[in-house]
T-cell receptor, first 115, second 113 residues
Framework: NAGVMQNPRHLVRRRGQEARLRCSPM?????VYWYRQLPEEGLKFMVY????????ESGMPKERFSAEFPKEGPSILRIQQVVRGDSAAYFC?????????????FGQGTRLTVV | DQQVKQNSPSLSVQEGRISILNCDYT??????FLWYKKYPAEGPTFLIS?????DKNEDGRFTVFLNKSAKHLSLHIVPSQPGDSAVYFC????????????FGKGTKLSVKP
């Protein structure tokens, strides 16, 4: 039973380019969450998605960031026109359902470096 | 404005002794608390959780204590082992949600042989 799979593990982008981060949840998990960790900081919630629906995007920057979780395929976090401040580790987590006792499992993260 | 605070960036403990990691929170609406362990270059791994209706939850060497009046929780690891060396994150949520978890900045635990 594979865990949460994120790719790529490392991504280097020049300022102004687009970054696409992919997350395949654990089998049977329909809830996906994206978090960002800046250096020396804790993880910060960005967005919560279920299949084809964005449930909570309160942590997403208003511009340049978008996320989707299509009916088929992985969840995608897209960052357009990246800037140096976007350099961070981006973690995806999944859970089978919501609520206490259904802890989310995290992937290994994608480390984005903007040069 | 940090709603979940881990005031000790690091902690060093001798193998076999008790490790106590602390966490304070400000939002009285939080009703579910979790501890995650993270090794370098890996994602966080769930360790243990506690609902606000309890004041203690135990799982093997790990025990979490919750003091709601003080808005404080702590993770006890006993006995500590070198493999426990990692960064420990405290997290909290409202309504038991796995979605919008609010994380502290983490405490780096070093267990020395």
């Amino acid at each position: 039973n594979a865990g949460v799979m994120q790719n790529p593990r490392h991504l280097v982008r020049r300022r102004g380019q687009e970054a696409r981060l992919r997350c395949s949840p654990m089998k049977g998990h329909s809830h996906v969450y994206w978090y960002r960790q800046l250096p020396e900081e804790g993880l910060k919630f960005m967005v919560y998605l279920q299949k084809e629906n964005i449930i909570d995007e309160s942590g997403m920057p208003k511009e340049r960031f978008s996320a989707e979780f299509p009916k088929e395929g992985p969840s995608i976090l897209r960052i357009q026109q990246v800037v140096r401040g976007d350099s961070a580790a981006y973690f995806c987590a999944s859970s089978p359902q919501q609520g206490a006792g259904t802890e989310a499992f995290f992937g290994q993260g994608t480390r984005l470096t903007v040069v | 404005d940090q709603q979940v605070k881990q005031n000790s960036p690091s902690l060093s403990v001798q193998e076999g002794r008790i490790s106590i990691l602390n966490c304070d929170y400000t939002n009285s609406m939080f009703d579910y608390f979790l501890w995650y362990k993270k090794y370098p270059a890996e994602g966080p791994t769930f360790l243990i959780s506690i609902s606000s209706i309890k004041d203690k939850n135990e799982d093997g060497r790990f025990t979490v204590f919750l003091n709601k009046s003080a808005k404080h929780l702590s993770l006890h690891i006993v006995p500590s082992q070198p493999g426990d060396s990692a960064v420990y994150f405290c997290a909290a949520s409202v309504g038991g949600s796995q979605g919008n978890l609010i994380f502290g900045k983490g405490t780096k635990l070093s267990v020395k042989p």
